[in-house]
């Protein structure tokens, strides 16, 4: 099961832009958190932002989140060519013991 | 920090052939256990939820005679690909979290799986 979609699908940048990723999902969460994945290798953790938070930063990651309109949306600043891969959101639903439901990913390619 | 080990990297098996994945918590006991599936280009698919000491429960579409999962101690899941075809290559990865919690969510590194 997918949670929902993600936009863009691609995105294309030069270094030094910014990067916007959005995030749609369909059920209530406790947290949504975002992962980056190189080439088909595995996942590293980027932020977690739960259902009660509006905003967080984390270096050049800003996070927002907005339940009412099921969404979220991660801000690369200042992009760097290694900042090239593949960005998911998943959600965690209110009950714990759950798993972590993926959207559809977006791929990041950032040019130098 | 939640530390999940996950092996082999990568295998390569014939069809026909039965193919063992394993996933532990090494740091940490995990009651519960998730299996995804990736395909290139696409996203984590999640297979199954394990349960220590009992059944997995399967995701719909899922055949559970074929992707068998055994999860028998509080460290250890293990994921079997019976009968494997080559529509099964894909990259295969887990992932747990101490028991009740609703962060510190961790991956193994995934396998990739070749059927050829």
């Known amino acids: 099961s997918q949670q929902g979609e993600e936009d863009p699908q691609a995105l294309s940048i030069q270094e030094g832009e910014n990067a916007t990723m959005n995030c749609s999902y369909k059920?209530?969460?406790?947290?949504l958190q975002w992962y980056r994945q190189n080439s088909g290798r595995g996942l590293v953790h980027l932020i977690l932002?739960?259902?009660?938070?509006r905003e967080k930063h984390s270096g050049r990651l800003r996070v927002t989140l907005d339940t009412s309109k099921k969404s979220s949306s991660l801000l690369i600043t200042a992009s760097r060519a290694a900042d090239t891969a593949s960005y998911f959101c998943?959600?965690?639903?209110?009950?714990?013991?759950?798993?972590?439901?993926f959207g559809k990913g977006t791929t990041l390619s950032v040019s130098s | 920090g939640a530390v999940v080990s996950q092996h082999p990297s990568w295998v390569i098996c014939k069809s026909g052939t039965s193919v063992k994945i394993e996933c532990r918590s090494l740091?940490?006991?995990?009651?519960?256990m998730f299996w995804y599936r990736q395909f290139p280009k696409q996203s984590l698919m999640l297979m199954a939820t394990?349960?220590?000491?009992?059944?997995?429960?399967?995701e719909q579409g899922v055949e559970k005679d074929k992707f068998l999962i055994n999860h028998a101690s509080l460290t250890l899941s293990t994921l079997t690909v019976t009968s494997a075809h080559p529509e099964d290559s894909s990259f295969y990865i887990c992932?747990?979290?101490?028991?009740?919690?609703?962060?510190?969510?961790?991956f193994g590194s995934g396998t990739r799986l070749t059927v050829v």
């Open positions: 992932s747990a979290s101490p028991s009740g919690l609703y962060s510190g969510y961790t």
């Open positions: 059920t209530s969460i406790n947290n």
């Open positions: 932002i739960r259902s009660n938070e």
């Open positions: 998943a959600t965690l639903a209110n009950q714990a013991g759950t798993a972590l439901i």
């Open positions: 740091d940490f006991q995990a009651t519960t």
């Open positions: 394990s349960n220590e000491g009992s059944k997995a429960t399967y």
